[in-house]
């Protein structure tokens, strides 16, 4: 029978950040600022529908407290995700994905 070995803690396997372990050193506000820039830049390029004005509207509502980036994307991410593949935009597809995996 084979015995698991603890690992070392200077091991550069424990290097990556881990959302299960801490949010540390992951940039997550960050990342979802890059995503919401992706949103911008494609509805300049004449993507979207009704939908999007809208939902860029939620980052400043008239009343209320202000959502930050990260809580509209987790809030919206399956809407972001159709409209990223509708415009084609691969780099932001996988953004989107890094941002779904390590911070929601």
Known sequence: METLQPVAADCPCRKKADRYLSFADI?????ARQ?????????????????????????????GPVPDDLFLVHSHINQIREFFEECADVAALELLLD??????
């Open 99 to 104: 941002v779904e995996e390590t911070c929601c």
């Open 35 to 63: 995503v919401m820039a992706c949103i911008e830049k494609n509805l300049a390029a004449g993507h979207g529908s009704p939908f999007w004005p809208y939902f860029l509207a939620k980052r400043q509502p008239r009343s």
């Open 27 to 31: 940039d997550c506000d960050g990342k």
